[in-house]
């Protein structure tokens, strides 16, 4: 089982920028894709982005050239730089172990007009 702890999330204006982390537990974090999904509210959870374990990458298209994922295997981490952000990005941001379909308890980001 791999316990992931997201953080970095808040308020911010329209056109600011975040990044969120997410740190893993266990071994296997270097072995398995890695995702960023979002869930606003009435909505349903949708994937933002996701990291193979060679570190390519891919994108919805509402972040495409937005939101920058990457990968620290040394810090068993994942990142999500969010640049150039919009009130439509307001949702609970979660992190996603693919190998062990774990999820994080989420972290909020809220984009103010």
């Known amino acids: 089982q791999v316990q992931l702890v997201e953080s970095g999330g808040g308020l911010v204006q329209a056109g600011g920028s975040l990044r969120l982390s997410c740190v893993a537990s266990?071994?296997?974090?270097?072995?398995?894709?890695m995702a960023w999904y979002r869930q606003a509210p009435g909505k349903q959870r949708e994937m933002v982005a996701v990291?193979?374990?060679?570190?390519?990458?891919n994108y919805a298209d509402s972040v495409s050239g937005r939101f920058t994922i990457s990968r620290d295997n040394a810090k068993k981490t994942v990142y999500l730089q969010m640049n150039s952000l919009k009130p439509e990005d307001t949702a609970v941001y979660y992190c996603n172990c693919l190998l062990t379909r774990s999820w994080g308890q989420g972290t909020q980001v809220t984009v103010s007009s």
């Open positions: 266990g071994s296997i974090f270097s072995l398995s894709s």
């Open positions: 990291i193979t374990r060679l570190s390519s990458t």
